[in-house]
Nanobody
Framework: QVQVVESGGGLVQPGGSLRLSCAAS????????MGWYRQAPGKQRVWVAD???????NYADSVKGRFTISRDNAKNTVYLQMNSLKPEDTAVYYC??????????WGQGTQVTVSS
C-alpha cells in the first residue's frame, strides 16, 4: 500500500503564497505519478496538477503560471508552490499517488483559505 500525508495549508491574503507538501510512504517504488486535487465548498473535487516519476508536469488552466509542482525523490515528497493566490483558490487540497499494481491513494486533505 501507499500512504500520502499533506501539510502546509493555512490562511493567506490574496496575492500571497503558500507551499503544500505531500509525503509518501509504503510501497513508494511503485509510484509513477503524484499530484494534487482540490475541492471548494459546494463544488466537485477537481484536478490541479501532477508530476510523473520522470519529472513531467501538468497543470490545470486555472493555476497555470501561478502554481508549481515539484518533487524531492530523496524525501519521497511532492510540493505545490502556490503564488498569486486568489479567493477562488480557497479549497481543501488533496494529494494523490498513482501506483502500479495498487491504484490511486488519497491523502486526508489540507485546508487553504485565501481571504483578507
Amino acid at each position: 500500500q501507499v500512504q500520502v500525508v499533506e501539510s502546509g495549508g493555512g490562511l493567506v491574503q490574496p496575492g500571497g503564497s503558500l507551499r503544500l507538501s505531500c509525503a509518501a510512504s509504503g510501497s513508494i517504488f511503485s509510484i509513477y505519478r503524484m499530484g494534487w486535487y482540490r475541492q471548494a465548498p459546494g463544488k466537485q473535487r477537481v484536478w490541479v496538477a501532477d508530476i510523473t516519476s520522470a519529472g513531467s508536469t501538468n497543470y490545470a488552466d486555472s493555476v497555470k503560471g501561478r502554481f508549481t509542482i515539484s518533487r524531492d525523490n530523496a524525501k519521497n515528497t511532492v510540493y505545490l508552490q502556490m503564488n498569486s493566490l486568489k479567493p477562488e483558490d480557497t479549497a481543501v487540497y488533496y494529494c494523490i499517488a498513482d501506483s502500479r499494481g495498487i491504484g490511486r491513494s488519497w491523502g486526508q486533505g489540507t485546508q487553504v483559505t485565501v481571504s483578507s
